[in-house]
């Protein structure tokens, strides 16, 4: 058994990561929208992503309860009924956090089921919280535990406002069976427009969910391998290229990128990609993604390179200058962020130590959450890239990476 210092340490933690959540996020919001949403009308779309632009990948109707799964600026995420990860827009959708009981004696099962096991009951008018519905049945929480009531016995109750998406000068058709844009839910292009004069081609995005009940369940982030860009009429940005090997910059990204998104997911975190190969995403847009589905960091994974070719190491750079208005009030944050991933590089890569910088790179500056830009070694050292060139040891700046996110929310 644990002791009580265990136990009193365990609360501790978890105390202290839930204080980092709330302190990243906007003043007045919660970790969650809702915890169900309720479908509003008939033949809504389900969408690929968040966008009116993003293909359908199914339909929802009219009282139809879904867990809620992530927020996307003014759209939610959540599981279709086929097992698919899909968006509805929020003005179609309405949250809820509670069920109350509307008769009496009504039992709480172990399982959706009239054989699952009785945990106890509840009367009319009890209220438990919600967190999904599967067929006629209520996921509630009771007590300890997890339980099941028949929506024949019970009603959604609590409900939430959800946030509609920010402004962009123009009002949003409806998203039903044949979409007011024109597209008929086909999606192609996949553009979206973040702001007024400002359309950026999502179409490579990714986004995948963590393991539920995990150390970092709750928390999004954006992963962002670097070059990789796709530009009308002219050939993929590949970044550097090794001194003697010639491996591209942009291949060495996207696995450290790759290998981290799974152990992030292992941990609980919704993760998303910016691309997984290439994209037609500027920096500016990189940033934007994070900034609309709602991150609590951005992490963007570099490898570094120089005419000097005796030059090695890692390092991490942030960006939050004093005299800008909006980045101020992270300068320690980020600085703190930079510096936990250093340290966790240099103490478990085992490269020489270069140090936390400073630097006005776009996607640190465009970026709302705590952000930083991984340099994790020079391919224009031949000892750096022979050890790049290797799984092992992509694999190693990864888990040092996770480690170093892990100890920024307090739970590594």
């Known amino acids: 058994m644990q002791s009580n210092t265990m136990k009193k340490q365990r609360i ?25 949403v309720a479908v509003q009308s008939d033949q809504v779309n389900i969408r690929k992503g968040a966008g009116l632009t993003t293909a359908v990948i199914g339909k929802a109707n009219k009282d139809e309860v879904y867990a809620w799964q992530a927020a996307a600026d003014g759209w939610t995420q959540i599981i279709s009924a086929n097992g698919q990860l899909g968006y509805i827009r929020n003005d179609l959708l309405r949250g809820y956090d509670e069920i109350v009981a509307t008769g009496s004696g009504v039992r709480v099962r172990q399982s959706p089921s009239l054989t699952g096991a009785v945990l106890g009951s509840i009367d009319k008018g009890d209220r438990l919280t919600v967190s999904d519905r599967q067929g006629e049945w209520f996921k509630v929480r009771y007590g300890q535990a997890d339980g099941w009531i028949s929506a024949g016995y019970a009603k959604l109750s609590a409900p939430v406002d959800l946030p ?18 024109g597209t008929n839910g086909t999606g192609q292009g996949g553009q979206i427009s973040q702001a007024p004069g400002q359309i950026y081609d999502f179409s490579s995005v990714t ?116 005299a800008s208005d909006r980045l101020k009030d992270q ?52 000892q750096e890239e022979l050890l790049l060139a290797q799984g092992a040891f992509r694999q190693r700046l990864a888990d040092a990476i996770a480690i170093g996110i892990a100890k920024y929310f307090d739970v590594g």
């Not at 998406?165 to 007011?180: E, I, K, L, Y």
């Not at 941990?267 to 994209?279: E, Y």
Request: net charge neutral; with cysteine; proline share 5%.
């Open 164 to 181: 509609a998406a920010s402004a962009t000068g123009q009002t949003a058709p409806p998203d039903g069976p044949v979409d007011a844009d």
């Open 331 to 382: 300068r320690e944050i980020r600085k703190g962020l930079a510096g936990l991933i250093q340290d966790s590089m240099t103490g478990y890569c085992g490269l020489a130590d270069l140090g936390v910088k400073e630097s006005n790179f776009v996607v640190l500056r465009e970026t709302n959450c705590p952000s930083a830009l991984i340099e994790t070694a020079f391919l224009s050292y031949a």
């Open 12 to 36: 501790k933690r978890a105390a202290a990561v839930l204080a980092v959540c709330v302190a990243l996020s906007p003043a007045g919001t919660r970790p969650l929208d809702a915890r169900v």
């Open 207 to 322: 986004v995948g969910t963590g393991t539920t009940g995990g150390a970092l369940s709750g928390k999004v982030i954006t992963l962002d391998p670097g070059h990789g860009t796709l530009t009308d009429g002219k050939p993929i940005d590949p970044g550097a290229r090794g001194i003697g090997l010639g491996i591209w910059e942009k291949d060495v990204n996207l696995d450290i990128a790759l290998k981290l998104k799974t152990i992030l997911e292992g941990m609980g975190a919704t993760v998303w990609m910016t691309h997984t190969g290439s994209t037609y995403l500027n920096l500016n847009g990189r940033a934007a993604l994070a900034n609309q589905n709602g991150s609590h960091l951005f992490i963007s994974i570099h490898t570094n390179s120089s005419e000097k070719t005796s030059l090695n190491g890692h390092s991490v750079y942030f960006y939050a200058p004093a």
